[in-house]
Structure formats: C-alpha cells, structure tokens
Nanobody, 121 residues
Framework: QVQLVESGGGSVQAGGSLRLSCAASGSILSINVMAWYRQAPGKQRELVAVISSGNNTNYADSAKDRFNISRVNAKNTVYLQMNSLKPEDTAVYYC???????????????WGQGTLVIVSS
C-alpha cells in the first residue's frame, strides 16, 4: 500500500511564506512526476506546480515567481515553498505522484489527503 502524507499547511498573513511537504511511503519502486494541486472553496482543483524525476519543473501562471517546487528522491519527498502569499492562494493543497509499485511494477497515481492553507489580508 502506498500513501502520500502532506504537512506544513496553516494560516498566514498576506505576504508571508509557508513550506509544504509531502512524503510518499510504501512499496515504491520509483516515482516519476510529483505535483501540487489546490482546490479553493467552490472551485475546481487546479495544478500549481509539477516536477519530474529529473527535476524539470513547471508552474501555473499564478505560482510563477512566488512558489518553488523541489524534491529529494532519496526521501520520496516533494516540497512546495510558497512566498508572497495572497488571499487568493487560500485553498486545500494536494500532493500527487505518478509511481511504480513493487513487486508488481504496476503504475499508480496517488493523492494525498490535502493540507489547508489560509491566507488572510
């Protein structure tokens, strides 16, 4: 069984920073893409940032120049450093990973349970 566990959410004032972490555990052979999504109240879930196993990254326009995604492959962990936070960044942030499990070598897409970020003005 594979699971993703997020941490680091919380409440912060506009202009502040937060760092989210997501650790994958279980019978993992390899992890390909890891990503952060978010879902604000009444809105659809949207991609925030994505990072490949080779550390290529891509960001939503709303996250460029403010957020930074990184990963430590040896720890099966992905991070999202969020700076200059705005009230519109308020959302539940979800970790997502595309991985291969052992011993079946089956591909799986796994989601974390989400962590709440609240940015007050």
């Amino acid at each position: 069984q594979v699971q993703l566990v997020e941490s680091g959410g919380g409440s912060v004032q506009a202009g502040g920073s937060l760092r989210l972490s997501c650790a994958a555990s279980g019978s993992i052979l390899s992890i390909n893409v890891m990503a952060w999504y978010r879902q604000a109240p009444g809105k659809q879930r949207e991609l925030v940032a994505v990072i490949s196993s080779g550390n290529n990254t891509n960001y939503a326009d709303s996250a460029k120049d403010r957020f930074n995604i990184s990963r430590v492959n040896a720890k099966n962990t992905v991070y999202l450093q969020m700076n200059s936070l705005k009230p519109e960044d308020t959302a539940v942030y979800y970790c997502n990973a595309g991985l291969i499990v052992k011993p079946s070598w089956r591909k799986l897409e796994v989601w974390g349970q989400g962590t709440l970020v609240i940015v007050s003005s």
